[in-house]
């Protein structure tokens, strides 16, 4: 029980955490949670006129995957906090 009490903690906080990830020297946002939703995605107005698809696509896919990768990481760590503080300090041995 105690587990599923802390793993909702985590959950928890990990919604409250926002990473972002970017691509085109800040042309394009994308926002998600801890929790690996998006939240949000931002293409500045000059850059998406003159952008064609193909180029569009593929900047919005790096966004995405530094966002994940970003919100992965935050994830990771906020559990390996969860466990450390489980097992008094004994997490890093398994």
């Not at 929790?35 to 995605?41: E, F, T």
């Not at 006129?49 to 900047?59: F, N």
């Not at 919005?60 to 990771?76: G, P």
């Amino acid at each position: 029980m105690q587990a599923q009490q802390k793993a909702g903690e985590v959950k928890k906080r990990l919604d409250a955490i926002t990473v972002t990830g970017t691509a085109e020297g800040g042309k394009i946002n994308v926002s998600a949670n801890g929790n690996k939703v998006i939240q949000s995605i931002s293409i500045d107005e000059a850059f998406f006129k003159d952008a064609d698809r193909e180029q569009l696509e593929e900047l919005l896919v790096i966004a995405v995957n530094k966002a994940m990768e970003q919100a992965d990481n935050v994830s990771q760590s906020e559990m390996a906090a969860m466990t450390k503080e489980m097992l008094g300090g004994l997490g890093g041995m398994f």
